[in-house]
């Protein structure tokens, strides 16, 4: 007999999933390094994408920016989405960008639907409910902060009023990538793997209390934003 998965239970399993794929291995840190160089690359397309005018012009408004180089969406009746991410941000008294964090995201979707598509994503985070929300160990996007997609398209031009502001690129049968639902955890591992110590959040992107030079091209790209 087909057993049901209620949505909480998709999310945890996708959870347990990311974090075992994810698992430190003797090459982690060439893995996290991979993470923070794709980021880059990410957000320079975003930067350079002529349908992401919206984005440009607001970007400077934010205070931090989850990047997301490779969000999974699959789905056969249930689906589901998951990736990892990095979170920088601004110093508020200096403007000067600071991180990454480590994340991983995961979601849960039931419905008829089938495929699979790969998005890559930034999340910009508006408000300090928002970027408190992402200082905790594990909340969910639309519940705990909420979270609207941004406008896409040449000349975009909208009043989008949200803690996090979501945009993504993707190729494959979904059209976009809805992130309401999606639970973000902490990825302990991977911040004490890249940084040789324990440390959360706040410390890496509120206090700043460590530093790694392979994320300088990353923070050197987003301070290119005015």
């Known amino acids: 007999m087909l057993r049901i998965l209620s949505r909480s239970s998709l999310i945890a399993a996708l959870l347990a999933l990311l974090c075992t794929a994810f698992a430190p291995l003797a090459s982690a840190q060439s893995e996290q390094q991979k993470l923070v160089d794709a980021a880059d690359a990410t957000l320079a397309n975003f930067l350079r994408d002529p349908d992401m005018t919206w984005f440009q012009q607001n970007v400077n408004r934010a205070r931090g920016l989850l990047i997301s180089p490779e969000i999974v969406k699959a789905g056969f ?3 589901g989405s998951g990736g990892r991410g990095v979170l920088i941000a601004r110093d508020g008294k200096t403007g000067k960008w600071v991180g990454p964090a480590f994340y991983t995201l995961a979601t849960a979707s039931v419905g008829f639907q089938a495929g699979i598509a790969v998005s890559e994503t930034v999340v910009m985070v508006m408000t300090e409910k928002g970027m408190n929300s992402l200082l905790a160990t594990t909340f969910k996007m639309g519940g705990d902060a909420s979270v609207a997609a941004g406008p896409v398209g040449a000349g975009a031009k909208s009043d989008v009023v949200a803690d996090l502001i ?41 206090r700043g209390a ?17």
């Open 77 to 79: 009746i249930f689906g």
């Open 166 to 206: 979501s945009f993504s690129r993707s190729k494959g049968v979904y059209g976009g990538l809805n992130l309401d639902g999606t639970v973000v955890k902490v990825s302990d591992d991977w911040n004490e793997a890249y940084y040789g110590k324990k440390l959360l959040p706040p410390d890496i992107v509120v």
């Open 210 to 226: 460590a530093s790694n030079k392979g994320a300088d091209k990353l923070l050197g790209e987003a301070a290119k934003m005015k």
